[in-house]
């Protein structure tokens, strides 16, 4: 990976609102580093000569006076974004201004190549920043100077994937139900929501915390790990870890629809997209089964709602994503809880990428504007 260059503080401000912009002039750069013009135009030239900036065109004014926009530079680089997801890895490479470069979608097994496709689909003239992976465990821990997941379930995937890596660029590992919270805070159903939690259902369960515009990590990276949540409360059953994610998740659904369907209504579906489709079209015993799940959502929903009164709830996941669920778990919660409204994901399965995009993108900003730096 290229080092960043050493910059100025006025460089460094400058390069950073340069790459929420977008693209600017140098009166708009100034007005948003809040910095004066002479500062501004050193800092271009500065940015330009190291090759983080480039001239983008001509921008007229309403007076016939023109004024030179900006860019983001060749030397800017890019950032990579990894969704290891218990199906499909999704890739994304994008520049730091947030631009899509190149994407790869592929099937868990394939993880390696799918990271190696979008690699190599990235411009070669641009260095590589830094890399986020999602993965659906509690956030990364550094291991005796390793990158790893936190817990041993994510392992054995991201070791798969890490061969792929380039070696020399950073590696941040982040926990996958909060990189979609971001995507859906600032792309989603939860725009202009500063807070909200996001209730993903699917295999596995898993909560979002956004409070004041920032994910809730929690002191061990562990926030918002509902499996861990005790379950059964019951006089005669004794609590398990993770129990309640094994009742509540897909698996059991679908395993628990097995049991009492009736030959009368053909085969049993095998995957939820089947069993909500059938519950669509009124079958009996799919539309049971589909509002007891959605009495099973709504109850977890009160037990977040009853620590952290979101406001918000945005539902997503495998099953949790489906419309259908909405009126039984708003009336469950409702039962149980104070008003919270609750909307499906606006961005469904891509929302794990997409935040991923964002933070590495972030991260990647700070690899540059973070960089050693000379007083002005």
Not at 199 to 222: D, F, P, T, Y
Not at 328 to 354: M, N, Y
Request: neutral net charge.
């Amino acid at each position: 990976m290229a080092k960043a260059p050493r910059l100025t503080e006025s460089a460094s401000a400058v390069f950073a609102v340069l790459a929420g912009a977008g693209t600017a002039t140098r009166p708009r750069l100034a007005a948003l580093a809040g910095l004066s013009k002479p500062t501004v135009s050193s800092a271009v030239a500065e940015l330009e000569t190291a090759g983080l900036a480039a001239h983008s065109g001509i921008a007229s004014g309403g007076t016939g006076r023109s004024a030179a926009v900006y860019a983001l530079g060749p030397a800017a680089g890019s950032v990579l974004a990894v969704d290891l997801g218990p199906a499909l890895t999704r890739v994304r490479g994008c520049a730091l201004d947030g631009t899509l470069l190149a994407e790869a979608t592929g099937s868990r097994d394939q993880a390696a190549d799918v990271v190696r496709e979008a690699l190599t689909a990235l411009p070669a003239d641009a260095p590589l920043r830094t890399i986020v992976v999602a993965v659906g465990d509690v956030a990364a821990r550094a291991e005796e100077g390793t990158v790893r997941p936190a817990t041993a379930k994510a392992r054995p995937v991201f070791d798969a994937v890490a061969v792929a890596l380039p070696p020399g660029v950073p590696v941040h590992l982040e926990n996958n139900v909060n990189c979609a919270a971001l995507a859906e805070l600032h792309e989603g159903a939860a725009r202009g929501r500063h807070t909200f939690g996001y209730l993903r259902i699917g295999v596995g369960v898993g909560l979002g915390i956004v409070v004041g515009g920032q994910v809730l990590a929690g002191a061990n990276g562990a926030a918002g790990e509902l499996a861990r949540l005790p379950y059964p409360w019951d006089d005669d059953l004794e609590p398990r870890r993770e129990a309640l994610e094994e009742y509540i998740g897909a698996r059991s659904l679908l395993r628990r629809a097995a049991e009492i369907w009736p030959e009368s209504e053909g085969s049993c579906p095998r995957n939820a997209e089947q069993l909500f489709a059938l519950a669509g079209r009124g079958g009996a015993t799919a539309r049971a089964i589909v509002d007891r799940h959605a009495v099973d959502v709504g109850r977890l929903a009160a037990a977040v709602t009853a620590v952290l009164d979101p406001g918000l709830l945005v539902l997503s996941g495998s099953t949790g994503a489906f419309p259908q669920l909405l009126p039984g778990v708003k009336a469950e919660l409702a039962r149980l809880s104070w008003p919270t409204e609750v909307v499906s994901s606006q961005i469904g399965d891509l929302g794990t990428v997409v935040g991923a995009a964002r933070l590495a993108v972030a991260r990647g900003v700070q690899t540059v504007t973070h960089a050693a730096r000379a007083k002005d």
